[in-house]
């Protein structure tokens, strides 16, 4: 099993807190008031950024006032980005401690603490009592989940009758294994990818309905293809998940594209109701 201290190193290579107080220095944005678009490069830490952020939104009957919880929250952009186009409360949960402080961090720099709360936790153990949200989402977090069961069954718990939850994530390709390293794993260690049939049936057996599934495979492409292209160097934007990513993280972008294009692996984002 992996551990937490492993789980945090993964994520955050090294000192995260420095290089991202660099990058906004940089880029002029240090210890000022923003706009949540301000952190758009950075703050959406998957291939496709803000536009699959966007698109899930989309799919989400999130409506005002409503108590939305994101599972693996990250750095919080999508819950600002949510937070602030439906004018909603979003809790989000992460067990990466620096996300945590750095999504609060950013927060307060674009006034949002009142409608975005991130918390250290498990998405496998919710700290929250029954019945409590309006809706649930989790992005790009459940390949990371190696007890799916309780993963989901989790959200089913804290989530009210009638509401949705959302997700998206990598399943495994009917090539089976991927190249690693991967965005989200070094090996297989930490990389739990399942069937997209197995997926369904888990979320079918916990008690979800209206399971609706639309594959993005042709979108993660052309946005992995957008992200590695080479820059020269004096164009390298300054803001970027490379800065969270670190320098391994072109060769990790590469591994995923390949993945998908070879069959190994099926990007797809699913809503369903409770």
Request: hydrophobic fraction near 35%; proline fraction near 4%; charged fraction near 25%.
């Amino acid at each position: 099993m992996v551990s937490i201290t492993e789980i945090e190193n993964f994520w955050t290579r090294g000192d995260l807190h420095s290089r991202i107080n660099q990058a906004m220095l940089d880029s002029g944005l240090n210890n000022k008031k923003l706009e949540i678009e301000d952190l758009f490069p950075i703050d959406q830490y998957h291939a496709r950024g803000i536009g699959a952020t966007k698109d899930l939104g989309k799919r989400m009957p999130i409506t005002k006032n409503q108590k939305i919880l994101d599972v693996g929250c990250g750095l919080g952009g999508p819950a600002r980005y949510y937070a602030k186009e439906f004018k909603c409360h979003i809790t989000g949960v992460d067990i990466t401690p620096s996300f945590i402080e750095i999504g609060n961090n950013f927060n307060r720099l674009t006034s949002m603490s009142t409608m975005v709360d991130l918390y250290v936790g498990n998405g496998e153990k919710l700290e929250f009592e029954d019945e409590v949200f309006d809706g649930a989402y989790s992005q790009h977090v459940t390949m990371n989940i190696s007890d799916r069961m309780k993963f989901f069954s989790e959200i089913y718990r804290v989530l009210k009758k009638g509401s949705f939850f959302a997700f998206t994530e990598h399943g495994l390709g009917p090539e089976g294994d991927p190249i690693f390293p991967l965005p989200w794993a070094d090996n297989q260690e930490m990389s739990f990818l399942l069937p997209l049939e197995n997926t369904n049936a888990i979320l079918k057996e916990i008690g979800f309905i209206n399971i609706k599934l639309i594959e993005t495979g042709d979108k993660y492409i052309e946005g992995y293809e957008k992200l590695i292209q080479k820059q020269p160097k004096s164009e390298k934007p300054t803001l970027g998940i490379h800065v969270i990513g670190g320098s391994s993280m072109h060769e990790r972008s590469i591994n995923s594209m390949r993945s998908i294009k070879e069959n190994r692996t099926l990007p797809f984002e699913i809503v369903c109701e409770k």
